[in-house]
Protein backbone atom coordinates (compact mmCIF):
# COMPACT_ATOMS: atom_id res chain seq x y z
CA UNK A 1 0.00 0.00 0.00
CA UNK A 2 1.53 3.22 -1.42
CA UNK A 3 -0.35 6.17 0.26
CA UNK A 4 2.35 8.59 -0.58
CA UNK A 5 1.24 11.57 -3.33
CA UNK A 6 2.37 10.31 -6.82
CA UNK A 7 3.88 13.02 -8.82
CA UNK A 8 0.45 13.85 -9.95
CA UNK A 9 -1.07 13.98 -6.80
CA UNK A 10 1.31 16.50 -6.03
CA UNK A 11 0.69 18.85 -8.61
CA UNK A 12 -2.84 18.06 -7.92
CA UNK A 13 -2.07 19.26 -3.87
CA UNK A 14 0.47 22.06 -5.05
CA UNK A 15 -3.11 23.83 -7.45
CA UNK A 16 -5.60 23.11 -4.86
CA UNK A 17 -3.29 24.63 -1.79
CA UNK A 18 -2.68 27.82 -3.74
CA UNK A 19 -6.14 28.20 -4.67
CA UNK A 20 -6.83 27.74 -0.80
CA UNK A 21 -3.99 30.06 0.16
CA UNK A 22 -5.13 33.30 -2.24
CA UNK A 23 -9.24 32.48 -1.87
CA UNK A 24 -9.70 30.91 1.23
CA UNK A 25 -7.61 32.67 4.20
CA UNK A 26 -8.76 33.12 7.75
CA UNK A 27 -10.09 36.70 7.12
CA UNK A 28 -12.03 35.31 4.15
CA UNK A 29 -13.53 32.21 6.41
CA UNK A 30 -14.93 34.87 8.80
CA UNK A 31 -16.00 37.27 6.07
CA UNK A 32 -18.50 34.32 5.06
CA UNK A 33 -19.98 34.10 8.41
CA UNK A 34 -22.47 32.91 9.42
CA UNK A 35 -24.16 31.45 5.73
CA UNK A 36 -20.66 29.62 5.34
CA UNK A 37 -20.43 30.26 1.86
CA UNK A 38 -18.05 32.06 -0.08
CA UNK A 39 -19.44 32.82 -3.94
CA UNK A 40 -16.27 33.76 -5.42
CA UNK A 41 -14.56 30.83 -3.71
CA UNK A 42 -17.09 28.40 -5.02
CA UNK A 43 -16.73 30.07 -8.25
CA UNK A 44 -12.84 29.28 -8.64
CA UNK A 45 -13.65 25.59 -7.80
CA UNK A 46 -16.31 25.46 -10.37
CA UNK A 47 -13.58 27.20 -12.70
CA UNK A 48 -11.10 24.65 -11.42
CA UNK A 49 -13.07 21.71 -12.39
CA UNK A 50 -13.71 20.32 -8.78
CA UNK A 51 -16.76 18.71 -9.64
CA UNK A 52 -15.52 17.12 -12.98
CA UNK A 53 -13.10 15.49 -10.98
CA UNK A 54 -15.52 13.39 -9.02
CA UNK A 55 -16.87 11.73 -11.75
CA UNK A 56 -15.76 9.46 -14.77
CA UNK A 57 -15.27 10.45 -18.66
CA UNK A 58 -18.22 8.60 -19.28
CA UNK A 59 -20.01 11.36 -17.48
CA UNK A 60 -18.14 14.30 -18.17
CA UNK A 61 -15.68 14.04 -15.26
CA UNK A 62 -11.85 13.11 -16.06
CA UNK A 63 -12.31 10.14 -13.19
CA UNK A 64 -10.18 11.07 -10.49
CA UNK A 65 -10.29 8.65 -7.49
CA UNK A 66 -11.37 8.69 -4.42
CA UNK A 67 -7.47 8.96 -2.52
CA UNK A 68 -7.33 11.87 -5.20
CA UNK A 69 -10.47 13.28 -3.94
CA UNK A 70 -9.43 12.71 -0.25
CA UNK A 71 -6.02 14.13 -0.94
CA UNK A 72 -8.28 18.25 -2.07
CA UNK A 73 -10.54 17.66 0.65
CA UNK A 74 -7.63 17.69 3.39
CA UNK A 75 -6.89 20.95 2.18
CA UNK A 76 -10.32 21.83 2.12
CA UNK A 77 -10.39 20.88 5.76
CA UNK A 78 -7.15 22.85 6.71
CA UNK A 79 -8.17 26.44 5.01
CA UNK A 80 -11.74 25.58 6.57
CA UNK A 81 -12.74 26.11 2.95
CA UNK A 82 -16.50 28.43 2.90
CA UNK A 83 -18.16 26.18 0.05
CA UNK A 84 -19.53 22.82 -0.18
CA UNK A 85 -17.39 20.43 -2.19
CA UNK A 86 -17.40 17.75 -0.57
CA UNK A 87 -21.03 18.37 -0.29
CA UNK A 88 -21.53 18.26 -4.42
CA UNK A 89 -18.84 15.35 -4.74
CA UNK A 90 -20.73 13.26 -3.30
CA UNK A 91 -24.05 14.28 -5.19
CA UNK A 92 -22.17 14.47 -8.83
CA UNK A 93 -21.08 11.03 -8.10
CA UNK A 94 -24.81 9.54 -6.77
CA UNK A 95 -25.68 10.93 -10.07
CA UNK A 96 -23.19 9.52 -12.45
CA UNK A 97 -24.03 5.96 -10.30
CA UNK A 98 -27.53 5.96 -10.66
CA UNK A 99 -27.65 7.44 -14.56
CA UNK A 100 -30.85 7.93 -16.36
CA UNK A 101 -31.85 10.80 -18.48
CA UNK A 102 -33.01 13.06 -15.81
CA UNK A 103 -29.60 12.24 -13.51
CA UNK A 104 -27.44 12.87 -16.23
CA UNK A 105 -28.90 16.72 -17.20
CA UNK A 106 -28.71 17.34 -14.11
CA UNK A 107 -25.33 16.04 -13.35
CA UNK A 108 -24.32 18.09 -16.62
CA UNK A 109 -25.76 21.47 -15.13
CA UNK A 110 -24.14 20.35 -11.65
CA UNK A 111 -20.59 20.03 -13.33
CA UNK A 112 -21.00 22.89 -15.09
CA UNK A 113 -21.88 25.18 -12.30
CA UNK A 114 -25.51 26.27 -13.75
CA UNK A 115 -27.16 23.99 -10.37
CA UNK A 116 -25.55 23.72 -7.08
CA UNK A 117 -26.64 19.82 -6.26
CA UNK A 118 -26.88 18.09 -2.68
CA UNK A 119 -28.02 15.27 -1.00
CA UNK A 120 -30.11 15.01 1.73
CA UNK A 121 -28.23 11.23 3.55
CA UNK A 122 -31.03 10.89 6.18
CA UNK A 123 -34.57 9.92 6.03
CA UNK A 124 -37.02 12.92 5.75
CA UNK A 125 -39.41 13.39 8.82
CA UNK A 126 -43.02 14.84 8.20
CA UNK A 127 -41.81 15.76 4.93
CA UNK A 128 -39.19 17.77 5.91
CA UNK A 129 -35.70 16.88 4.54
CA UNK A 130 -33.39 17.99 8.11
CA UNK A 131 -30.54 19.68 8.34
CA UNK A 132 -29.10 19.36 4.68
CA UNK A 133 -25.65 19.62 4.10
CA UNK A 134 -25.50 23.21 1.62
CA UNK A 135 -29.26 23.39 1.64
CA UNK A 136 -29.19 26.71 2.00
CA UNK A 137 -27.10 27.68 -0.82
CA UNK A 138 -28.13 24.40 -2.82
CA UNK A 139 -30.33 24.77 -5.98
CA UNK A 140 -31.58 21.03 -5.92
CA UNK A 141 -31.79 18.32 -3.51
CA UNK A 142 -31.44 14.46 -3.62
CA UNK A 143 -33.91 13.22 -1.06
CA UNK A 144 -35.50 9.66 -0.33
CA UNK A 145 -39.25 9.84 -0.87
CA UNK A 146 -40.85 6.66 0.35
CA UNK A 147 -38.99 3.88 -1.88
CA UNK A 148 -37.48 6.24 -4.53
CA UNK A 149 -35.00 8.77 -4.58
CA UNK A 150 -36.27 12.34 -6.04
CA UNK A 151 -35.06 15.73 -6.78
CA UNK A 152 -36.49 18.67 -5.24
CA UNK A 153 -35.51 22.35 -5.61
CA UNK A 154 -34.23 24.00 -2.87
CA UNK A 155 -36.40 27.11 -2.04
CA UNK A 156 -37.24 29.95 -0.48
CA UNK A 157 -39.71 27.68 2.08
CA UNK A 158 -36.61 26.35 3.34
CA UNK A 159 -35.30 26.92 7.07
CA UNK A 160 -31.57 28.05 7.33
CA UNK A 161 -30.89 27.33 11.28
CA UNK A 162 -27.88 29.34 13.28
CA UNK A 163 -25.41 26.82 14.05
CA UNK A 164 -22.16 27.14 15.78
CA UNK A 165 -19.66 25.80 12.86
CA UNK A 166 -21.52 28.59 10.14
CA UNK A 167 -22.45 25.97 7.99
CA UNK A 168 -24.98 26.26 5.14
CA UNK A 169 -27.37 23.78 6.42
CA UNK A 170 -31.29 23.83 5.57
CA UNK A 171 -34.34 22.44 6.52
CA UNK A 172 -35.62 21.60 2.84
CA UNK A 173 -39.19 20.75 2.75
CA UNK A 174 -40.39 18.28 0.13
CA UNK A 175 -43.16 19.86 -2.14
CA UNK A 176 -46.67 19.41 -1.55
CA UNK A 177 -47.69 21.06 -5.23
CA UNK A 178 -45.56 20.18 -7.36
CA UNK A 179 -44.05 15.66 -7.65
CA UNK A 180 -41.07 15.50 -7.29
CA UNK A 181 -38.70 14.11 -10.35
CA UNK A 182 -37.77 10.79 -9.74
CA UNK A 183 -34.29 9.51 -11.01
CA UNK A 184 -34.66 5.79 -8.68
CA UNK A 185 -36.77 3.36 -7.45
CA UNK A 186 -37.09 0.61 -5.29
CA UNK A 187 -33.97 -1.62 -3.48
CA UNK A 188 -31.56 0.90 -5.29
CA UNK A 189 -32.39 3.78 -3.61
CA UNK A 190 -31.31 2.21 -0.30
CA UNK A 191 -27.82 1.21 -2.60
CA UNK A 192 -27.26 4.81 -3.91
CA UNK A 193 -27.58 6.32 -0.54
CA UNK A 194 -25.82 4.24 1.62
CA UNK A 195 -22.31 4.03 -0.99
CA UNK A 196 -22.96 8.38 -1.14
CA UNK A 197 -22.93 7.90 2.80
CA UNK A 198 -19.56 6.10 1.98
CA UNK A 199 -18.47 9.20 -0.54
CA UNK A 200 -19.37 11.50 2.56
CA UNK A 201 -17.48 9.64 5.27
CA UNK A 202 -14.35 8.62 3.36
CA UNK A 203 -13.93 12.60 2.27
CA UNK A 204 -15.44 14.22 5.42
CA UNK A 205 -12.45 12.03 7.00
CA UNK A 206 -10.13 13.81 4.57
CA UNK A 207 -10.90 17.26 5.84
CA UNK A 208 -10.88 16.77 9.67
CA UNK A 209 -7.53 15.14 9.73
CA UNK A 210 -7.05 18.75 7.74
CA UNK A 211 -8.36 20.65 10.18
CA UNK A 212 -6.92 18.38 13.11
CA UNK A 213 -3.26 19.03 11.41
CA UNK A 214 -3.70 22.32 11.06
CA UNK A 215 -4.59 22.97 14.73
CA UNK A 216 -1.81 21.73 16.39
CA UNK A 217 0.74 23.97 13.91
CA UNK A 218 -1.84 26.64 15.37
CA UNK A 219 -0.89 25.65 18.99
CA UNK A 220 2.67 25.23 17.84
CA UNK A 221 3.26 28.29 16.67
CA UNK A 222 1.29 30.22 19.91
CA UNK A 223 3.13 28.27 22.17
CA UNK A 224 7.07 29.08 20.26
CA UNK A 225 5.92 32.87 20.80
CA UNK A 226 3.92 33.13 24.19
CA UNK A 227 5.83 33.63 26.96
CA UNK A 228 5.35 32.68 30.97
CA UNK A 229 7.92 32.62 33.70
CA UNK A 230 10.44 34.05 31.36
CA UNK A 231 10.19 31.20 29.11
CA UNK A 232 8.18 30.38 26.11
CA UNK A 233 5.31 27.92 26.84
CA UNK A 234 6.60 25.36 24.67
CA UNK A 235 9.28 24.52 26.83
CA UNK A 236 6.81 23.88 29.58
CA UNK A 237 6.51 19.59 29.34
CA UNK A 238 2.79 19.83 29.99
CA UNK A 239 2.59 21.98 26.49
CA UNK A 240 5.16 20.29 24.96
CA UNK A 241 3.97 16.93 25.35
CA UNK A 242 -0.10 17.18 24.68
CA UNK A 243 1.24 18.92 21.19
CA UNK A 244 2.96 15.54 20.45
CA UNK A 245 0.45 13.80 21.07
CA UNK A 246 -1.64 16.00 19.18
CA UNK A 247 0.38 15.97 16.38
CA UNK A 248 0.46 11.93 16.61
CA UNK A 249 -3.39 11.61 16.63
CA UNK A 250 -3.61 14.32 13.40
CA UNK A 251 -0.92 12.25 11.79
CA UNK A 252 -2.72 8.91 12.30
CA UNK A 253 -6.26 10.98 11.01
CA UNK A 254 -4.42 11.44 7.73
CA UNK A 255 -2.64 8.26 7.35
CA UNK A 256 -6.36 6.13 7.91
CA UNK A 257 -8.37 8.28 5.73
CA UNK A 258 -5.67 8.20 3.25
CA UNK A 259 -5.96 4.08 3.47
CA UNK A 260 -9.76 4.22 3.20
CA UNK A 261 -9.68 6.28 0.17
CA UNK A 262 -6.73 4.39 -1.29
CA UNK A 263 -8.83 1.03 -0.62
CA UNK A 264 -12.20 2.02 -2.82
CA UNK A 265 -10.26 1.30 -5.20
CA UNK A 266 -7.87 -1.54 -4.36
CA UNK A 267 -9.82 -2.93 -1.72
CA UNK A 268 -13.04 -2.43 -2.26
CA UNK A 269 -14.72 -5.02 0.17
CA UNK A 270 -12.59 -3.00 2.84
CA UNK A 271 -13.76 0.35 1.42
CA UNK A 272 -16.68 0.94 3.61
CA UNK A 273 -15.50 -0.22 6.67
CA UNK A 274 -12.45 1.71 6.62
CA UNK A 275 -13.98 5.10 5.65
CA UNK A 276 -16.60 4.92 8.44
CA UNK A 277 -13.40 4.02 10.69
CA UNK A 278 -11.49 7.06 9.22
CA UNK A 279 -14.54 9.28 10.06
CA UNK A 280 -14.56 8.26 13.69
CA UNK A 281 -11.06 8.82 14.32
CA UNK A 282 -10.63 11.63 12.34
CA UNK A 283 -13.77 13.92 14.35
CA UNK A 284 -11.92 12.76 17.46
CA UNK A 285 -8.68 13.61 16.60
CA UNK A 286 -9.79 17.48 15.45
CA UNK A 287 -11.90 17.77 18.21
CA UNK A 288 -8.92 17.18 20.91
CA UNK A 289 -6.28 18.78 18.51
CA UNK A 290 -8.32 21.93 18.51
CA UNK A 291 -9.40 21.73 22.01
CA UNK A 292 -5.81 21.18 23.35
CA UNK A 293 -4.30 23.99 20.99
CA UNK A 294 -7.21 26.55 21.88
CA UNK A 295 -6.80 25.70 25.58
CA UNK A 296 -3.16 26.38 25.24
CA UNK A 297 -4.10 29.26 23.95
CA UNK A 298 -5.58 30.49 27.23
CA UNK A 299 -8.44 32.91 27.10
CA UNK A 300 -7.30 34.66 23.72
CA UNK A 301 -8.38 31.52 22.19
CA UNK A 302 -11.93 32.33 22.66
CA UNK A 303 -11.56 35.80 21.10
CA UNK A 304 -12.66 35.97 17.02
CA UNK A 305 -9.28 37.31 16.34
CA UNK A 306 -7.32 34.47 17.09
CA UNK A 307 -8.18 31.86 14.41
CA UNK A 308 -8.01 28.38 16.97
CA UNK A 309 -11.37 29.52 17.69
CA UNK A 310 -12.44 28.80 14.16
CA UNK A 311 -11.04 25.36 13.87
CA UNK A 312 -12.36 24.47 17.63
CA UNK A 313 -15.84 25.34 16.51
CA UNK A 314 -15.86 23.72 12.93
CA UNK A 315 -14.15 20.32 14.25
CA UNK A 316 -17.41 20.04 16.11
CA UNK A 317 -19.81 20.71 13.49
CA UNK A 318 -18.69 19.44 10.16
CA UNK A 319 -18.39 15.91 12.36
CA UNK A 320 -22.09 15.83 13.26
CA UNK A 321 -23.39 16.99 9.70
CA UNK A 322 -24.89 13.34 8.87
CA UNK A 323 -23.99 10.85 11.70
CA UNK A 324 -21.77 11.01 15.26
CA UNK A 325 -18.43 9.36 15.70
CA UNK A 326 -20.19 7.16 17.70
CA UNK A 327 -22.61 6.59 15.02
CA UNK A 328 -19.68 5.67 12.94
CA UNK A 329 -18.23 3.37 15.03
CA UNK A 330 -21.58 1.37 14.70
CA UNK A 331 -21.31 1.45 11.28
CA UNK A 332 -18.21 -0.32 11.60
CA UNK A 333 -19.20 -3.12 13.04
CA UNK A 334 -21.86 -3.66 11.06
CA UNK A 335 -19.95 -3.11 7.77
CA UNK A 336 -17.61 -6.02 9.30
CA UNK A 337 -19.19 -8.10 10.91
CA UNK A 338 -22.76 -7.27 9.92
CA UNK A 339 -26.24 -5.23 10.70
CA UNK A 340 -26.97 -5.43 14.56
CA UNK A 341 -30.31 -7.14 13.96
CA UNK A 342 -28.31 -9.83 12.22
CA UNK A 343 -25.24 -11.28 14.09
Request: glycine share 8%; proline share 5%; net charge negative.
Amino acid sequence: MELRPSDEQQLLIDSYGSLYAKESSPERVRAAEPLGFDAALWDQLVEQGSMSMAVDEAHGGWGASVLDLALVAELHGQALAPAPLIETQVACRLLARVGGATADALLADALDGRRLVTTALRRPRQGVAQLVPAGAVATDVIVRDGDRLVVVPAGDDRVVPENVGSLPLADVPLSKTTDPVAIAEGPAVDTALDVALDDWLVLTAAALSGMAGRSVEIGVAYAGERVAFDQKIGSFQAVGHRLADCATRAEGAQLLAREAAWAFEEEPDRGPELAAMAFAFAAAAARDCSDWSLHFHGGYGFMLEYDIQLYYRRSRAWANVVMSPAAACRRVADKRYGPAGGR
